[in-house]
T-cell receptor, first 113, second 111 residues
Framework: DQQVKQNSPSLSVQEGRISILNCDYT??????FLWYKKYPAEGPTFLIS?????DKNEDGRFTVFLNKSAKHLSLHIVPSQPGDSAVYFC????????????FGKGITLSVRP | SQTIHQWPATLVQPVGSPLSLECTVE??????LYWYRQAAGRGLQLLFY??????ISSEVPQNLSASRPQDRQFILSSKKLLLSDSGFYLC??????????FGEGSRLTVL
């Protein structure tokens, strides 16, 4: 049973436009959500996170939105840049669970120049 | 600052051979340590996590084992590799709930 789902395997956007990456989860116990970015042959790097007490968190070009009732979160990147091309993983955890993260399968974002 | 290293970066092994992947963390004490695997077409799957020396929890039954002989050292092993063990293995550490920092990864190909 996949508790964190990233149903779209890939996304292609034009440079300068907005990228919207979606993520759904099924476990209502999750209360902390993160996005990681991964380049080929490298480990993932932390991008942005959001606690369940918030519905939005912004960091520069990156904004994460959380809709708890829909068990849905999204990552917005605006404006998108070619260097944003990577695999993006959505992850979720339960506070106090030893930082164990449950990851989605990832979305491959391609930003066209 | 904290750093995490894992090696080897790339490994090609025959079926039935042993495996040892090492991971060390510097610049922090008593971190939580994790081994994840990314198999082709799949997400990051948690294999093992450790909250202290010789304290290992396994998340999924498999052909692999983990050990933590020192506070900042985490080792992933297998006595006999299977084809299905191929994948990209990632070590990670954490001291703050919910945020992980990953190593560079080790690409294992079992032939």
């Amino acid at each position: 049973d996949q508790q964190v789902k990233q149903n779209s395997p890939s996304l292609s956007v034009q440079e300068g436009r907005i990228s919207i990456l979606n993520c759904d989860y099924t476990n209502s116990m999750f209360d902390y959500f993160l996005w990681y970015k991964k380049y080929p042959a490298e480990g993932p790097t932390f991008l942005i996170s959001i606690s369940s007490i918030k519905d939005k968190n912004e960091d520069g070009r990156f904004t994460v939105f959380l809709n708890k009732s829909a068990k849905h979160l999204s990552l917005h990147i605006v404006p998108s840049q070619p260097g944003d091309s990577a695999v993006y993983f959505c992850a979720a955890s339960v506070t106090g669970a030893n930082s164990k993260l449950t990851f989605g399968k990832g979305i491959t974002l391609s930003v066209r120049p | 600052s904290q750093t995490i290293h894992q090696w080897p970066a790339t490994l090609v092994q025959p079926v039935g051979s042993p495996l040892s992947l090492e991971c060390t963390v510097e610049g922090t004490s008593n971190p939580n340590l994790y081994w994840y695997r990314q198999a082709a077409g799949r997400g990051l799957q948690l294999l093992f996590y450790s909250i202290g020396i010789d304290q290992i929890s396994s998340e999924v039954p498999q052909n692999l084992s983990a050990s933590r002989p020192q506070d900042r050292q985490f080792i992933l092993s297998s006595k006999k590799l299977l084809l299905s063990d191929s994948g990209f293995y990632l070590c990670a550490w954490s001291v703050i709930t919910g945020e992980l920092f990953f190593g560079e990864g080790s690409r294992l190909t079992v032939l």
